[in-house]
């Protein structure tokens, strides 16, 4: 229903930030929930913020660090990740639900294909 095309990714050192883009297919972003979910190797893909109607939501390891923010004019999502740590290292994708979605969730209607971030130490 909505493409979404990641991109920002790379590989910094723990400590530098990066800004992740979320371009999408659909306008106006206001009738959707919007997130960012991230998975590394071996592991569960994991929530990292998101946000619905004008409330944002974050994962307890990325709070105070990351901020997600949007630019409807772009119809981009962006995702800053400021003080890497290697912790953060995975493949981050950026996905999309109806406006109701639970944030939190896995339950969102469309994903984009993903943009690597790595953190050295």
């Known amino acids: 229903q909505v493409q979404l095309v990641e991109s920002g990714g790379g590989l910094v050192q723990a400590g530098d930030s990066l800004r992740l883009s979320c371009a999408a297919s659909e306008r106006p972003f206001s009738s959707y929930t919007m997130g960012w979910f991230r998975q590394a190797p071996g592991k569960e893909r994991e929530f990292v913020a998101a946000?619905?109607?004008?409330?944002?939501y974050y994962a307890g390891s990325v709070k105070g660090r990351f901020t997600i923010s949007r630019d409807d004019a772009k119809n981009t999502v962006y995702l800053q990740m400021n003080s890497l740590k290697p912790e953060d290292t995975a493949v981050y994708y950026c996905?999309?639900?109806?406006?109701?979605?639970?944030?939190?969730?896995?339950?969102?209607?469309?994903w984009g294909q993903g943009t690597q971030v790595t953190v050295s130490s």
């Open positions: 946000f619905r109607w004008s409330s944002t």
């Open positions: 996905a999309a639900g109806l406006r109701g979605t639970d944030p939190t969730s896995h339950q969102y209607s469309d």
